[in-house]
């Protein structure tokens, strides 16, 4: 792992004190890396197919996925942002497609504690810095 991407983790982890776990996924498709606390590997297909699925007008796409064995609802699926909420109080994930619409990602677990959309600019933000290093 290149240590710029290293650094952009940390960044992110400093700025936004609400994610709580994150995992880069290249391009095509395998984990680049993950912090130590949040381990997506069981669950990298199932993700792969909600990152490389392109809605058309009107379509919803997958309504769910598990992280883990927590089962998150999917609430928002747009190219420049996968939301899904855990109903049960157990958290929250954002994805950020890389680049915007592409099949690279940046992956957070975000604080149950907060709205997904409080933390949803920084990690946006953070997944445009990594655009030219997955």
């Given at each position: 792992m290149s240590s710029n991407i290293e650094t952009i983790i940390n960044e992110l982890l400093n700025e936004e004190p609400n994610v709580f776990g994150i995992a880069i996924i290249s391009k095509s498709g395998s984990?680049?890396?993950?912090?130590?606390?949040?381990?997506?590997?069981?669950?990298?297909?199932?993700?792969?197919?909600?990152?490389?699925?392109?809605?058309?007008?009107?379509?919803?796409?997958?309504?769910s996925l598990s992280i883990q064995g927590i089962k998150y609802m999917i609430v928002e699926n747009t190219e420049e942002r996968k939301i899904g909420t855990n109903i049960t109080g157990k958290g929250h994930i954002i994805i950020a497609p890389i680049p915007i619409?592409?099949?690279?990602?940046?992956?957070?677990?975000?604080?149950?504690?907060?709205?997904?959309?409080?933390?949803?600019?920084?990690?946006?933000?953070?997944?445009?810095?990594?655009?030219d290093l997955i």
């Open positions: 984990i680049i890396t993950q912090t130590e606390n949040w381990d997506i590997s069981g669950d990298l297909e199932t993700i792969n197919t909600l990152l490389n699925t392109k809605l058309g007008l009107g379509q919803k796409g997958m309504t619409g592409g099949t690279g990602a940046l992956m957070c677990y975000i604080n149950p504690q907060i709205t997904p959309r409080d933390a949803l600019f920084a990690v946006q933000n953070y997944a445009l810095k990594l655009q």
